[in-house]
């Protein structure tokens, strides 16, 4: 299957700084991105959707401005997490679908942010 | 906007033992739906999915699930589980644009 390779797979970060998530798609193009939040034993919560081009679709209760998306190619996205706090702390998954359509979406292996 | 129901927090069953896991959906087409398991700090693994055609359908190691339109329902089956087996297991949902995870099922695997 298709690879989606998310990097860093771990950070750690002092409070009050910014972090970048990077999500490739490596061998094929993705016009739309999503990302994804994970809190320990819990379920993924859908962020944001991003979209090549355009600006990332953000769900409800998602600060965009914490949280920047940008999607400028169709092979990568990323993630910001600006001003981090501890709060922040968590795993972040990216999932990719490919560009020449279909309803599956590949994931990447996930960040484990540790704001301290 | 299209949701999972994943009714079991947690299960555990004796290796060898036969599974099922529960997975209920709300969608008002039809749906995309995939099976993802998840061990501990890693990503997550496709197990299986339904698109359309037979209802019943094969996975990798061993799992298999049906679609029932009646009863909304995507249930991940397995006639023999094995203690590696034991992780987090994720329905979810592709509708309009995106993809909805359920909650989670934790597998524990007795020896």
């Known amino acids: 299957g298709a690879v989606v390779s998310q990097h860093p797979s771990w950070v750690i970060c002092k409070s009050g700084t910014s972090v970048k998530i990077e999500c490739r798609s490596l061998d094929f193009q993705a016009t739309t991105m999503f990302w994804y939040r994970q809190f320990p034993k819990q379920s993924l919560m859908l962020m944001a959707t991003s979209n090549e081009g355009s600006k990332a679709t953000y769900e409800q209760g998602v600060e965009k401005d914490k949280f920047l998306i940008n999607h400028a190619s169709l092979t990568l996205s990323t993630l910001t997490v600006t001003s981090a706090h501890p709060e922040d702390s968590s795993f972040y998954i990216c999932?990719?679908?490919?560009?020449?359509?279909?309803?599956?979406?590949?994931f990447g292996q996930g960040t484990r942010l540790t704001v301290v | 906007a299209q949701s999972v129901t994943q009714p079991d927090i947690h299960i555990t069953v004796s290796e060898g033992a036969s599974l099922e896991l529960r997975c209920n959906y709300s969608y008002g087409a039809t749906p995309y739906l995939f099976w993802y398991v998840q061990s501990p700090g890693q990503g997550l693994q496709l197990l299986l999915k339904?698109?359309?055609?037979?209802?019943l359908v094969q996975g990798i190691k061993g799992f298999e699930a049906e679609f029932k339109r009646s009863q909304s329902s995507f249930n991940l089956r397995k006639p023999s589980v094995h203690w590696s087996d034991a992780a987090e297991y994720f329905c979810a949902v592709v509708g309009n644009n995106d993809m909805r995870f359920g909650a989670g099922t934790r597998l524990t695997v007795k020896p």
């Open positions: 339904y698109f359309s055609g037979d209802t």
């Open positions: 999932s990719a679908r490919e560009l020449t359509g279909g309803t599956e979406a590949f």
